[in-house]
Antibody
Framework: EVQLVESGGGLVEPGGSLRLSCVVS????????MNWVRQAPGKGLEWVSS??????????NYADSVKGRFIISRDNAQKSLHLQMNSLRVEDTAVYYC???????????WGQGTLVTVSS | DIQMTQSPSAMSASVGDRVTITCRAS??????LAWIQQKPGKVPKRLIY???GLQSGVPSRFSGSGSGTEFTLTIGSLQPDDFATYYC?????????FGQGTKVEIK
């Protein structure tokens, strides 16, 4: 059974940092690109970042809204995906989902989400 | 960036109705479009991949069509479990983008 389990969310003050993690099981993690998608309270879904599966180097992309502040990374040995979030803003408040895939697999599995609240 | 525009933004329908939701891309995305269902307080769930592929385990009353810039999600006969918000997602090029969502409510 495919599982994606996020952790690391919480309350942080504006300007602060937080590191999200997603540990997966049930599939060959190193063979899949991975994504972070977020949803602000009462709002729609927003793609945040993607990282490819490639062995030699990783192809990484970010939404303009987080570029320069967030860093996505992965550890294939630990089957984990991470999102380092720096210089957090109130508008980064959202549930953050770990999402599998690219190409035909895009969005086929989602984690349960972790809530990040940025507030003073 | 590719903009995804869904219509309608919200709709009321009755059990048994045929429901159609449209998603328009601001530029061609081939068939790289997914449809996502989200119920209140729940994790999003993929229904359709690459425009017309039915996700395993999803009822056959759901279908998708289209390519290029125009896409459609159809629910053949609306069931009580289908009242939710539906999103399209383009994954042809980065940044990936979602439509704004279509909320399907009970009439």
């Amino acid at each position: 059974e495919v599982q994606l389990v996020e952790s690391g969310g919480g309350l942080v003050e504006p300007g602060g940092s937080l590191r999200l993690s997603c540990v997966v099981s049930g599939f060959t993690f190193s063979s899949y690109s991975m994504n972070w998608v977020r949803q602000a309270p009462g709002k729609g879904l927003e793609w945040v970042s993607s990282i490819s599966y490639r062995r030699t180097g990783s192809y990484i992309n970010y939404a303009d809204s987080v570029k320069g502040r967030f860093i996505i990374s992965r550890d294939n040995a630990q089957k984990s995906l991470h999102l380092q979030m720096n210089s957090l803003r109130v508008e980064d408040t959202a549930v953050y989902y770990c999402v599998r895939g690219a190409g035909e697999a895009t969005g086929d599995y989602w984690g349960q989400g972790t809530l990040v609240t940025v507030s003073s | 960036d590719i903009q995804m525009t869904q219509s309608p933004s919200a709709m009321s329908a009755s059990v048994g109705d045929r429901v159609t939701i449209t998603c328009r891309a601001s530029q061609g995305i081939s068939h790289y479009l997914a449809w996502i269902q989200q119920k209140p307080g729940k994790v999003p769930k993929r229904l359709i991949y690459t425009a017309s592929g039915l996700q395993s385990g999803v009822p056959s009353r759901f279908s998708g069509s289209g390519s290029g810039t125009e896409f459609t999600l159809t629910i053949g006969s609306l069931q009580p479990d289908d009242f939710a918000t539906y999103y399209c997602l383009q994954h042809n090029s980065y940044p990936y983008t979602f439509g704004q969502g279509t909320k399907v409510e009970i009439k």
